[in-house]
């Protein structure tokens, strides 16, 4: 499957993208500082949620096409691993 085609992160991405939105409203609106750094902080937490899932995503798909259908404690391990990523 494209990474494209999954819709978790076609979701992420548009929530992103109204959170966005919502910044260049509230930029042209003149509204507090406060509340536009709580949105823009939540774009960012999107897409780093979403880059995370993209990188454990691909993962998972090329090991499957080196090794086959992984099980799923292998699963597992590899949502452990794309939680650690986010770290870096």
Known sequence: MSHAANPEML???RRAHGH????IDMLAEGR???LIAQ???AVVSALEKTKTLLVTDH???????????LPSE????????GEF???L
Do not use: C
């Open 11 to 13: 979701n992420r991405l």
């Open 39 to 41: 949105q823009m902080q």
């Open 74 to 81: 292998t699963r597992a391990e590899l949502a452990k691993l």
């Open 20 to 23: 966005l939105a919502k910044i």
């Open 59 to 69: 993962i998972e798909h090329h090991l499957e096409d080196l090794i086959g259908p």
């Open 32 to 34: 507090e500082g406060l």
């Open 85 to 87: 990523a986010k770290y």
